[in-house]
């Protein structure tokens, strides 16, 4: 879902810039930006592509036909700009704050932030962010069964994999951030 997909690029940014303690003066020209760029650039980008490949509608929330696919192309292209800029904006605010504030009221901030997002999606959105089918279907139908392992449901079928897969594949780039040396990250 691009709402969720824009979150974790900004926080990814954000999390770049603090490991980056002190800020350094060109924050965007330093390694950890560069790194972190490279995540979202080679890892996250490329999976958020796969998902609107292979879930169109979902991936806009039902609200954008993506199925012609001049508008399935210009959407990813689109969207992989925003999760560039998007990334490029969470470094640079945090770069900027954090030579004014301690890292702690950002971390909570963007907490807060996250709790309010998922809370938006997973609750008070449930059928878009559970249901993977068309555009078409969603709203024309009334919503399936949603449980696990439904034919429908994101919960137990093919999107739980690629979720699945997508998460372990960030997982990985990211402890690769983290654990590099501390030099590296000056």
């Known amino acids: 879902m691009i709402a969720f997909d824009l979150a974790y690029e900004l926080t990814l940014g954000a999390a770049c810039a603090m490991l980056a303690r002190p800020a350094p003066s060109r924050p965007l020209t330093a390694p950890h930006f560069r790194h972190g760029l490279l995540i979202s650039s080679l890892v996250y980008a ?14 806009s929330m039902y609200l954008l036909d993506l199925a012609p696919p001049f508008i399935s192309a210009t959407f990813a292209a689109l969207s992989t700009a925003a999760l560039i800029l998007s990334y490029i904006l969470g470094y640079s605010l945090t770069a900027a704050l954090l030579r004014r504030l301690p890292p702690r009221p950002l971390i909570l901030s963007l907490a807060a932030a996250w709790t309010i997002l998922l809370v ?3 609750a008070v959105l449930h059928p878009r ?3 993977i089918t ?8 009334h919503p399936p069964d949603l449980a696990w392992g439904a034919p429908s449901s994101v919960l137990g079928g093919p999107a739980t994999l690629f979720l699945l897969l997508s998460a372990l594949a960030n997982a990985a780039s990211l402890l ?5 040396p501390r030099s590296s990250r000056a």
């Not at 068309?134 to 139908?141: D, K, N, S």
């Open 120 to 122: 938006t999606l997973f």
């Open 129 to 131: 962010a559970l249901w």
């Open 134 to 141: 068309t555009y078409r279907t969603f709203h024309t139908a």
């Open 46 to 59: 490329p999976l958020c592509v796969a998902g609107f490949t292979a879930f169109p509608g979902w991936q």
């Open 176 to 180: 690769w951030l983290i654990t590099r």
